[in-house]
């Protein structure tokens, strides 16, 4: 029988067979799609950050502690501590507690993580703990003229990618945790978890041994013997002191604890007396300036600190000796901007 051929205006349609697959191929991709970005979505926060397809770094490892602490603990402290790697290893909260009777805890981590990823961690902290009696802010003062982005590579990105959506209500990056999903999925097939691999820079632990000695210490690690290498850290020209990044970060921290009616204490640690030929002016202008601005900020005097290389595990970490007579400068601050 001959097929009758279209007429005009006939209605009749049938789909081609190459339409019919693309058709099917597209709704399989979209379903498969949805279906890994809702695993992603449902991942460990832990996992979100640190499952890469590899093993987690130390440095990966020491930024994900203090904002899981942050979201997932309900633990009460009288002062909680922000700020990069001067503050996780100059700042013993044991210590602390013994001079000033306050609780406290180290959420210290790195430079290049930003006095954004700080605000991110107070704003978790305070959605999810009792509230404070202060938050202290204790940075290197070179660390103002660092631009974060340089040495944390995508960890910063990462860390706003992963906890935003908890912390911020931030929308989350469809593709990405598509990606995440999948990568769980397979994971979660194999039965491998990155979290029990050893750390890349710290190969005697894995992440979650890492994180219970973390825990023990309450955030302090001090650094092994009484030097490192005291060059490690450039000598600095001092030639521009603040990046316009860090006071926008270090004013959104402020306003997070203005919010949570908790002041906020901004302490620089000391520096070597090696760095002491450059020019500070800018340091002691921007804390001024910042003072004024937030009332209910205090920025401790002195603003510089300076320390013999005898104190200084390199030009900006303490050694344990440093620590023992930096605390009591760091009670007495706490203390005079609760009177306050």
């Given at each position: 029988?001959?097929?009758?051929?279209?007429?005009?205006?006939?209605?009749?349609?049938?789909?081609?067979?190459?339409?019919?697959?693309?058709?099917?191929?597209?709704?399989?991709?979209?379903?498969?799609?949805?279906?890994?970005?809702?695993?992603?979505?449902?991942?460990?926060?832990?996992?979100?950050?640190?499952?890469?397809?590899?093993?987690?770094?130390?440095?990966?490892?020491?930024?994900?502690?203090?904002?899981?602490?942050?979201?997932?603990?309900?633990?009460?402290?009288?002062?909680?501590?922000?700020?990069?790697?001067?503050?996780?290893?100059?700042?013993?909260?044991?210590?602390?507690?013994?001079?000033?009777?306050?609780?406290?805890?180290?959420?210290?981590?790195?430079?290049?993580?930003?006095?954004?990823?700080?605000?991110?961690?107070?704003?978790?902290?305070?959605?999810?703990?009792?509230?404070?009696?202060?938050?202290?802010?204790?940075?290197?003062?070179?660390?103002?003229?660092?631009?974060?982005?340089?040495?944390?590579?995508?960890?910063?990105?990462?860390?706003?990618?992963?906890?935003?959506?908890?912390?911020?209500?931030?929308?989350?990056?469809?593709?990405?945790?598509?990606?995440?999903?999948?990568?769980?999925?397979?994971?979660?097939?194999?039965?491998?978890?990155?979290?029990?691999?050893?750390?890349?820079?710290?190969?005697?632990?894995?992440?979650?041994?890492?994180?219970?000695?973390?825990?023990?210490?309450?955030?302090?690690?001090?650094?092994?013997?009484?030097?490192?290498?005291?060059?490690?850290?450039?000598?600095?020209?001092?030639?521009?002191?603040?990046?316009?990044?860090?006071?926008?970060?270090?004013?959104?921290?402020?306003?997070?604890?203005?919010?949570?009616?908790?002041?906020?204490?901004?302490?620089?640690?000391?520096?070597?007396?090696?760095?002491?030929?450059?020019?500070?002016?800018?340091?002691?202008?921007?804390?001024?300036?910042?003072?004024?601005?937030?009332?209910?900020?205090?920025?401790?005097?002195?603003?510089?600190?300076?320390?013999?290389?005898?104190?200084?595990?390199?030009?900006?970490?303490?050694?344990?000796?440093?620590?023992?007579?930096?605390?009591?400068?760091?009670?007495?601050?706490?203390?005079?901007?609760l009177k306050k």
């Open positions: 029988m001959a097929t009758r051929a279209a007429e005009p205006g006939d209605r009749t349609f049938r789909f081609s067979p190459t339409l019919l697959v693309l058709a099917s191929t597209t709704l399989m991709v979209g379903i498969l799609g949805f279906v890994t970005y809702r695993w992603g979505a449902a991942t460990d926060t832990e996992l979100r950050f640190l499952d890469q397809g590899r093993a987690p770094t130390s440095d990966e490892a020491f930024v994900a502690c203090p904002i899981e602490y942050s979201l997932h603990s309900r633990e009460a402290n009288d002062v909680i501590f922000l700020g990069d790697s001067v503050c996780r290893y100059g700042i013993d909260p044991n210590q602390f507690q013994r001079l000033s009777g306050l609780k406290a805890f180290n959420l210290g981590s790195f430079g290049f993580l930003g006095p954004s990823g700080y605000a991110i961690t107070a704003r978790t902290y305070f959605a999810n703990h009792p509230k404070p009696q202060a938050v202290v802010l204790c940075v290197s003062a070179i660390s103002f003229a660092a631009d974060p982005e340089t040495g944390g590579g995508s960890i910063p990105r990462r860390f706003e990618d992963a906890y935003g959506p908890e912390t911020l209500q931030s929308i989350p990056q469809y593709t990405g945790f598509a990606k995440l999903g999948a990568r769980s999925f397979e994971n979660w097939f194999n039965g491998t978890d990155v979290r029990d691999s050893a750390l890349i820079g710290m190969e005697r632990d894995t992440y979650r041994t890492f994180q219970k000695r973390w825990l023990e210490s309450r955030g302090y690690f001090a650094l092994p013997g009484v030097h490192g290498n005291p060059h490690l850290v450039e000598a600095f020209s001092g030639e521009k002191l603040i990046l316009e990044d860090w006071n926008r970060g270090v004013c959104r921290l402020a306003d997070e604890c203005a919010a949570a009616d908790v002041p906020l204490v901004v302490r620089y640690c000391p520096l070597s007396t090696e760095f002491k030929g450059a020019d500070y002016s800018p340091v002691e202008q921007w804390a001024d300036e910042f003072a004024s601005t937030h009332p209910s900020a205090v920025v401790s005097r002195p603003t510089l600190l300076w320390y013999d290389p005898l104190l200084s595990w390199d030009r900006v970490h303490l050694n344990a000796a440093g620590v023992a007579n930096f605390m009591p400068v760091v009670a007495k601050d706490v203390q005079v901007a």
